[in-house]
């Protein structure tokens, strides 16, 4: 368990140490070129984060959203122009009953022994297909 402070400003600044309970890590790895979590609140809320290049990012981000894709692409354009690198950082939401049956494929392709990075890939793939930001 990792304990995080945030700050919210819905709550007017207010400081709170919060629990995260760290459920499943995908490692980075060339062919997916992202790392992600899943992460379960206190609350019993599940969360994937996803954290990666802003073109991996980009291409598996839900629609909507418009404006705030166009702001973060000019700021990333701007950092890139400067030379710095960036990383982009996404969530998504997962269900239950989706993380649970996730999860199994997961644990299987965690503990093959044949094609077993190919298998980690597919699992990673399959839960990240959608992600927001904001």
């Known amino acids: 368990m990792i304990y995080v402070r945030e700050s919210h400003v819905e709550r007017m600044g207010k400081i709170q140490d919060v629990s995260y309970e ?16 899943v992460c379960r609140y206190p609350d ?9 290049a802003d073109t991996v990012i980009y291409e598996r981000l839900v629609g909507g ?8 692409r000019e700021h990333l354009e701007n950092f890139g122009s400067a ?10 939401d997962l269900a239950p009953d989706v993380y649970e049956s996730w999860n199994e ?3 299987q392709a965690k503990s ?23």
């Open 22 to 37: 760290i459920l499943n890590v995908l490692e980075f790895n060339s062919t997916r070129k992202r790392q992600s979590v």
């Open 44 to 52: 019993g809320r599940l969360v994937l984060y996803c954290k990666g």
């Open 65 to 72: 959203s418009d404006d705030l894709k166009k702001v973060t």
């Open 83 to 92: 030379g710095l690198r960036t990383l982009c950082l996404a969530y998504k």
């Open 105 to 107: 494929k997961f644990i």
């Open 112 to 134: 093959s022994l044949r094609d077993r990075e190919r298998k980690l890939d597919e699992a990673g793939f399959a839960v990240n297909v959608t992600l927001s930001f904001g």
